[in-house]
Structure formats: structure tokens, C-alpha cells
Nanobody, 117 residues
Framework: QVQLVESGGGLVQAGGSLRLSCAASGNIFRTNAMGWYRQAPGKQRELVAAITRGGSTNYADSVKGRFTISRDNARNTVYLQMNSLKPEDTAVYYC???????????WGQGTQVTVSS
């Protein structure tokens, strides 16, 4: 059974930082790229960043230079370091096991990130 469990969301002021973690169970972590997606109220879910097992990355233009995705293959965990946060980064962030440029079928439950101005 595949499970993706996110943690690390919260409330932060603009300009601050947060680090999200996603722990994966099952074999999915060994074969898939891992990604972070977000969904703000009234908007579609969008790719934030993704990383392959070998370390290739893909970022949304809106977060390039501010967010960094990484993964620890020994711990089956993927991270999203978010710096210089902006109010427009406010959303529910979801972990996903999929492809470098698109989602797969496994999602975490989501973690809320709120950035106050």
C-alpha cells in the first residue's frame, strides 16, 4: 500500500521560510519522480517542483530561485525548502508520486501553507 504523508506547513510572514517534508511508504519512491503541487482557493492544482530519483528537477517559473526540492532516497522522503515566501504562495501543498513534468496517481493528504502580508 502506498502512502504519502506531508508535514511542515503552517503560517509564516511574507519573506519567511518553511520546509515541507513528504514521507513515502511502499515501493513508489524507488521508481517514480516525486513532486510538490499546490492548490489555492478557486484555482487549479499546479506543479510547484518535481525531482527524479537521479536528481533532475523541474520548477514552476513562479518559484524558481526561491524554492528548492530535494530527496533522500535512503529515507524515502522528499523535501521542499521554501524561501522568500509571498502571499501568493498561500495554498494547500500536496506531495505526489509521478513524473518530472506531470502527476501520477498517488497523492498525500495535503498541508496548508499560509503566507501573511
Amino acid at each position: 500500500q502506498v502512502q504519502l504523508v506531508e508535514s511542515g506547513g503552517g503560517l509564516v510572514q511574507a519573506g519567511g521560510s518553511l520546509r515541507l517534508s513528504c514521507a513515502a511508504s511502499g515501493n513508489i519512491f524507488r521508481t517514480n519522480a516525486m513532486g510538490w503541487y499546490r492548490q489555492a482557493p478557486g484555482k487549479q492544482r499546479e506543479l510547484v517542483a518535481a525531482i527524479t530519483r537521479g536528481g533532475s528537477t523541474n520548477y514552476a517559473d513562479s518559484v524558481k530561485g526561491r524554492f528548492t526540492i530535494s530527496r533522500d532516497n535512503a529515507r524515502n522522503t522528499v523535501y521542499l525548502q521554501m524561501n522568500s515566501l509571498k502571499p501568493e504562495d498561500t495554498a494547500v501543498y500536496y506531495c505526489n508520486a509521478g513524473l518530472l513534468y506531470g502527476p501520477g496517481g498517488y497523492w498525500g493528504q495535503g498541508t496548508q501553507v499560509t503566507v501573511s502580508s
